[in-house]
């Protein structure tokens, strides 16, 4: 089997944003589905940026097609810009257009965003603009039983306005941006989970970033379908699922083995209480985490 890179922080250390206490509302079945990428063959990803395109069928709990015309995966990483522009167009009253600084998502991180900052956050919004997902098999809010599919680009951007410097270089960027009208639905319904970025800026790796998201996730879904029966605190996650979900490739001992370093971090952050892998005959199966 080829070899994996599980991703790690990049340039854009959002990790060091000391003194962020902020939620924001994501939608929920965009995080079950989970767009973003923690493992991945490395001949793949280097084909597909030679390529300028790849494409992607992910076969988790929640089936998900994924593309991006740069080639490119998202990370946990672009989770986080993503995240930053739902509240900033959240305090925009999720007007259809709004607008936004590269200086205002540093902002909203208490960063000071440098040279290398600045074009890392830009690389992000270009990934993230160059993505096209298919979410299978969508809950309805208002139907309960009725599930339908969602295909959309992650946003759209209408214009991007330079501000030079006095030497004429790039200062920053003015831009606007729409986000799908399915993602504004979500967003001014109950359907939606609240993400504590003080928690998830405080992880340092892209794995319990990751377990994170889609364990909030899974923790509003649950509590929505079956709040009676939440109040053991224990989810239950099918690891062939979970694998999928975070695109692990690699042999499945050597996969368990990257989640169980993530779900440690979770537990000295005390964002988990306990943990357990559960094996039938000799083959881990499920995954039991304690909230």
């Known amino acids: 089997m080829e070899s994996q890179r599980v991703t790690d922080n990049t340039n854009l250390n959002m990790s060091q944003g000391e003194g962020v206490h902020k939620t924001v509302r994501v939608n929920t079945s965009l995080l079950l589905h989970f767009p973003f990428f923690v493992g991945g063959n490395r001949n793949r990803k280097e084909n597909a940026k030679k390529d300028g395109y790849i494409k992607i069928e992910k076969k988790g709990k929640h089936k998900l097609t994924y593309e991006n015309h740069l080639g490119e995966l998202l990370t946990t990483k672009d989770a986080r810009v993503l995240f930053a522009l739902y509240d900033i167009w959240e305090k925009q009253n999720y007007k259809e257009w709004f607008s936004f600084t590269e200086y205002d998502v540093g902002k909203f991180y208490n960063l000071y965003l440098g040279g290398s900052q600045y074009y890392s956050l830009r690389s992000s919004l270009n990934r993230l603009r160059s993505t096209y997902i298919k979410l299978h098999d969508v809950r309805d809010v208002q139907r309960i039983n009725k599930r339908f599919h969602r295909e959309f680009s992650l946003f759209q951007m209408k214009s991007s306005t330079i501000k030079p410097n006095k030497n004429g270089d790039i200062f920053y960027k003015v831009y606007r941006f729409k986000f799908p009208d399915y993602i504004r639905q979500f967003m001014l319904s109950r359907d939606a989970t609240e993400v504590n970025l003080s928690v998830l800026t405080s992880l340092g790796t892209s794995m319990a970033q990751a377990l994170y998201l889609i364990i909030e996730a899974q923790k509003n879904e649950h509590m929505g379908n079956h709040p009676v029966s939440f109040r053991s605190k224990w989810l239950n996650f099918t690891l062939r699922n979970l694998y999928a979900d975070l695109f692990l490739e690699s042999y499945p001992f050597r996969n368990k083995q990257h989640m169980e370093k993530g ?18 005959g000799r083959t881990f199966t499920n995954l039991w985490v304690k909230c």
């Not at 779900?263 to 039938?280: A, G, H, M, T, W």
């Open 263 to 280: 779900l440690l971090e979770l537990q000295r952050k005390e964002v988990i209480e306990d943990f357990q892998f559960v094996k039938r």
